[in-house]
């Protein structure tokens, strides 16, 4: 059950080194990153309070959402560690002093030494307290997250119980969750339900990494739980989508009578996501019963009334079933055809429900019905939603698209957010719905503003598609001030390709 750290084989078994006590917090001058994450536990419910993200060490511009990084390192990422750096972060380990491996892990991720590191500290240490002690303090006290995971790695070590809080606090956060749950896993007397709670107070990289390690679950409870629910994350269900379809047993689950509504749509997006091909896992092809349990969903759906929902989940299955299982195909094809679907999507085209709306629009793009007055209307209420800024100006009419971009100049923070490369803008979903409304502006030099603050902003995204919206235009079509704005970027552009691009458009 244990899964290792990189390549996700393998593990890392717990050494009983010491047993451990409990050593007294002592705050600092820095708050530390524990302080910090425990500071923002709601009394209720999953995640971290407003603020509890962003963690004090982030730098200003960060574009890596919490545990982005690690994530990415974990699954796509097969190199090796280097041998000197290891044994650098191995010696100030084996030395005791905090500060010594603060400074050893000063350019290292944690994520990719960690297994080296782990091995030859069980291996090697003699102190067994010390060690122990080094590792609470890193985990508790430590202004910086490396050195945080670091010492949650080397709690690992050890039997969880004296410091499970610890483990438990910081793993609310999705940027520690890796570390603390393998510590879990290494060390608790119940892992697998240990993880769960983890589990369900996480939602982005922190899920992913944890559902993975609960593929062995044995509790019926838990294998529920991730057939209906576990899998949906906020970085992409295909990474948690087979492990939920074979711990829980779809198949199995789908062959009962009849399968209550919450399991049937949880199964549509299961086999949406499995059935997607294109994305970071194989998918179907690694899901022995794929067929078995897309025929079954089939059955299922063709017998209950019209949801858009299942329309969109076959809409999506078809396209794998084609060429994998042309039987299952014209079974969907069937499906789709239906006369209803369209008289359904008009009905919800304004529906108050968000999640209701977000199937409806996709619904009705399958079925060419536009939705881009319904987005303009949700943009009233939601003016940083990037969603809603896509769905009013993509493929609009003029005339929408205009409403549109003069809606996008009154309601967006454009000052707030032309800080520079190296600024911070609050909020950050404004950064990115900027970004979108600049990316799909209609043809002509229209909404310079936002182009404008585009430009000046801290997110690359932001400034790259102002670039090229400036070469879209033509500098003949400039703005009177866009040449001075493009100088002043090109100024203090880090990124030297980017910088390039906008001194080869001054001329």
């Known amino acids: 059950m244990v899964k290792g750290w990189v390549d996700n084989s393998g593990a890392v078994g717990r050494v009983a080194l010491y047993g451990g006590g409990v050593f007294e917090h002592r705050g600092n001058e820095t708050e530390s990153l524990y302080d910090h994450v425990r500071a923002h536990l709601p009394a209720a419910g999953a995640g971290l309070r407003d603020g509890g993200a962003r963690l004090p060490d982030e730098e200003h511009g960060a574009l890596w959402a919490a545990g982005a990084r690690d994530g990415v390192l974990t699954h796509h990422w097969a190199g090796q560690a280097d041998a000197d750096e290891v044994d650098r972060v191995v010696r100030a380990v084996l030395s005791g002093d905090a500060a010594t491996v603060e400074a050893a892990l000063e350019s290292v991720r944690v994520v990719v030494v960690v297994e080296d590191l782990l091995r030859r500290v069980a291996t090697e240490a003699t102190d067994h307290r010390a060690v122990y002690e080094l590792a609470h303090r890193l985990a508790t006290r ?39 749950v393998v510590a879990l896993l290494n060390g608790a007397d119940d892992p697998e339900r240990e993880l769960w709670d983890v589990a369900r107070n996480v939602t982005g990289w922190g899920r992913v990494h944890t559902v993975e390690r609960l593929a062995d679950a044995s509790n019926p409870e838990v294998r529920a739980w991730m057939l209906r629910e576990g899998f949906r994350n906020d970085v992409l269900d295909q990474y948690l989508a087979g492990v939920a379809a074979t711990t829980g047993d779809l198949a199995g689950a789908l062959a009962a009578e009849r399968p209550d509504d919450r399991l049937l749509d949880a199964a549509g997006d299961l086999l949406v996501a499995l059935a997607d091909t294109s994305g970071p896992m194989r998918g179907m092809p690694d899901y022995p019963d794929g067929e078995r349990a897309t025929a079954r969903y089939l059955d299922h759906v063709a017998t209950r009334p019209g949801n858009l929902r299942h329309f969109v989940a076959v809409w999506s299955i078809r396209t794998y079933a084609e060429e994998a299982w042309p039987a299952l195909a014209a079974r969907a094809t069937a499906f789709l055809e239906r006369p209803d679907w369209r008289d359904l999507a008009v009905e919800g085209y304004f529906t108050a429900d968000r999640e209701e709306f977000l199937i409806v629009d996709r619904a009705c793009s399958l079925m060419g019905i536009p939705t881009h007055a319904a987005h303009l209307r949700w943009l009233a209420t939601r003016p940083l939603d990037a969603h809603h800024w896509r769905g009013a100006l993509h493929g609009a009419d003029d005339d929408t698209a205009a409403e549109a971009v003069r809606l996008a100049e009154r309601t967006l923070p454009l000052d707030r957010l032309a800080t520079g490369p190296s600024g911070q803008a609050e909020p950050s979903d404004a950064l990115h719905a900027l970004a979108t409304v600049v990316e799909n502006l209609p043809d002509g030099p229209v909404g310079w503003p936002l182009v404008a603050a585009a430009l000046a902003s801290p997110l690359p995204r932001a400034r790259n598609l102002a670039v090229r919206t400036l070469d879209d235009w033509g500098a003949d079509a400039w703005p009177a001030d866009a040449r001075t704005a493009l100088a002043t970027a090109a100024a203090r552009e880090p990124d030297d390709e980017l910088r390039a691009r906008m001194t080869s458009q001054l001329g």
């Open 142 to 180: 430590s202004a910086r997250r490396e050195p945080v995971k670091a010492g949650l790695a080397l709690l690992g070590l050890f039997k969880a119980a004296p410091h499970r809080d610890v483990l438990t606090t910081l793993a609310r956060h999705d940027e520690f969750t890796l570390f603390a």
